[in-house]
């Protein structure tokens, strides 16, 4: 992997890219491409499907604009991260052969790319980032902000990390002459006491309906915006996984999240989210544990499909 990892970086050096991140970013998407950008320099960001309000905020802490627009030239390569394909990455376009892939997520199907650095074993992104930028002895603050804030937000605060994990996290705090209390402030963000999000917080806890399956519990919800807080939030008070919608004329949304036992008990919410749209039409996609799903239809008959497929799915499992 080292040696690959050398092979991509003296690739990315030639000529100008574009990062690609994947549908409502997540700030191990956004950190990772925010250090390719400033490690490399001749880089630009691109979210045609969205940021997280974390993604954002990280962005905006770097003074880094991402294009919402799909963008690339013909003298630009693409550099996808965090995704491998277009149901995890949420949106299609990507010239797939000609582009290079950064992901820790497993392969749900073949992989056609010019180059790819992916390894499942790795808790983060960021963590391959890190390798492929050379594991410098001296870091640029930004640079370790960024890849510190993806691993963080991956692994828990470290909790689902491994010793991989932790050796990664020291070497860039060593490097950069960061510590632990100086990334506090990426994960305080005032949107999050915003009052519209925290009444749809409220509201989906209100509304939510609950299903059980064995040892497993699965909610689900429909509100009127901020989907993706009420879906953490569901998380936190007790579900395994969590899918919330939301209904604005004929048009539907759907955003769904599972816990890392409900994914390793064989939840895939992006790969169930891909087939439910080409089964009924629209577009879904993301990772194991966080996708999304839109199209036009009924909200409500969408989810119940969701629910039906999660329980499907965990039936007979046990829960670690």
């Given amino acids: 992997m080292k040696d690959l990892a050398s092979i991509i970086r003296a690739d990315l050096e030639k000529q100008s890219k574009v990062i690609f991140l ?49 963008d690339l030239q013909q003298d630009e390569k693409a550099i996808v991260v965090d995704a491998h394909g277009d149901s ?18 497993g392969l749900t199907g073949e992989l056609i790319a010019s180059a790819s650095y992916i390894d499942e074993t790795a808790t983060s992104t960021c963590e391959l980032v890190w390798d492929i930028i050379g594991k410098s002895k001296e870091l640029n603050e930004k640079i370790a902000m960024a890849l510190m804030a993806g691993i963080l937000a991956d692994t828990g605060h470290l909790k689902r990390g491994s010793h991989r994990t932790l050796a990664a996290a020291s070497e860039i705090l060593l490097a950069s002459g960061l510590c632990m209390d100086d990334l ?23 509304r939510l309906k609950h299903h059980r399956i064995g040892q497993w519990l ?39 999240r ?24 629209g577009e879904g996609g993301g990772h194991d544990g966080a996708a999304g799903f839109s199209g036009t239809g009924d909200v409500e008959a969408m989810l ?14 046990e829960r670690d």
């Fill in 22 to 70: 994947h549908s409502n970013a997540d700030l191990d998407s956004v950190g990772s491409a925010i250090a390719l950008k400033l490690f490399f320099d001749n880089a630009r960001l691109c979210a045609p499907a969205g940021i997280s309000h974390l993604g954002k905020k990280l962005l905006g802490d770097m003074n880094i604009e991402a294009s919402d627009d799909f």
């Fill in 88 to 105: 995890s990455l949420g949106y299609g376009g990507i010239d797939w052969p000609n582009a290079i892939v950064i992901d820790h997520h």
């Fill in 304 to 317: 119940n499909i969701c629910v039906d497929n999660s329980m499907a799915t965990l039936k007979g499992k």
């Fill in 258 to 281: 599972a816990t890392k036992p409900a994914v390793k008990a064989g939840i895939h919410l992006g790969n169930m989210m891909n087939l439910i749209s080409q089964e009924c039409g």
């Fill in 184 to 206: 506090v402030s990426v994960f305080n963000s005032s949107d999050d006491q915003d009052m519209s999000r925290r009444i749809s917080r409220l509201k989906g806890a209100q």
């Fill in 218 to 256: 699965i909610a689900v919800s429909e509100v009127g915006a901020f989907e993706s807080a009420v879906c953490h939030a569901l998380l936190n008070i007790g579900a395994d996984v969590a899918i919330v919608g939301s209904q604005k004329d004929d048009d539907f949304r759907i955003t769904g």
